[in-house]
């Protein structure tokens, strides 16, 4: 069975500062793709960004870049200049080809002024 | 577009009652399943649709029915509401379908659920 691990429940980061959020998995598979979504304070899931396994190079999206370690199963977010918009739930997730999404029981970042 | 749109945004039951919460999406997308969230567990999911007219179980299915008669629309129905069924619900959908299907999900904004 597929999991998702996400160990850091809370994390804090002052505005314009870098932090890195950590999740690893577990799967046999070997083509599968993993995702990090925001969960503001309006509940609403957003997509930050998406990482082909297949893909040697890491994704990023302005701000948002992963460090995708396919080996060691790990799947990291760095957030770059941090911003006050971006306090949220981060959740990592895991799919391949089932259908189903699979997500860690997410992190909590806080961006203080 | 809207998107993925969720009715209602709160909603409190009473043991026992029914109810449905509405989940519809206006692009077109094959795929929709409904997930619940609850504290230090992520989200889960409960079922899922690969087309209309098609419906599975996901992780956590028990006490909850779905149907798929439309591309667009995919309740979620609770029968006989417990207490251990409070939880924020989720409505997604993705473009693709099928096995090999890894299109990027798009969430509603969810529905908060007490079950007294």
């Known amino acids: 069975a597929q999991t998702v691990t996400q160990s850091q429940p809370e994390m804090s980061v002052q505005e314009a500062e870098t932090v890195t959020l950590s999740c690893t998995y577990d799967?046999?598979?070997?083509?599968?793709?993993l995702f990090w979504y925001k969960q503001p304070p309006s509940r609403q899931m957003i997509l930050v960004i998406r990482?082909?396994?297949?893909?040697?190079q890491n994704a990023t999206e302005n701000r948002f870049s992963v460090n995708f370690q396919k080996a060691a199963k790990s799947f990291s977010l760095k957030i770059s200049d941090s911003q006050l918009g971006d306090t949220a739930m981060y959740f990592c997730?895991?799919?391949?080809?089932?259908?189903?999404?699979?997500f860690g029981t997410g992190t909590r970042l806080q961006v203080f002024p | 577009n809207a998107g993925v749109t969720q009715t209602p945004k709160f909603q409190v039951l009473k043991t026992g009652q029914s109810m449905t919460l509405q989940c519809a999406q206006d692009?077109?997308?094959?795929?929709m399943s409904w997930y619940r969230q609850d504290p230090g567990m992520g989200l889960r999911l409960i079922h899922y649709?690969?087309?209309?007219?098609?419906?599975d179980q996901g992780e956590v299915p028990n006490g909850y029915n779905v149907s798929r008669s439309t591309t667009e629309d995919f309740p979620l129905r609770l029968l006989s509401a417990a207490p251990s069924q409070t939880s924020v619900y989720f409505c997604?959908?993705?473009?693709?379908?099928?096995?090999?299907?890894?299109?990027?999900?798009?969430f509603g904004p969810g529905t908060r659920l007490t079950v007294l």
């Open positions: 990482q082909e396994a297949y893909k040697q």
């Open positions: 649709s690969v087309g209309a007219g098609i419906t």
């Open positions: 692009m077109n997308h094959e795929y």
């Open positions: 997730a895991f799919l391949y080809n089932t259908d189903k999404l699979i």
């Open positions: 799967t046999s598979e070997n083509n599968y793709y």
């Open positions: 997604a959908s993705s473009a693709g379908t099928g096995v090999g299907n890894t299109d990027t999900q798009y």
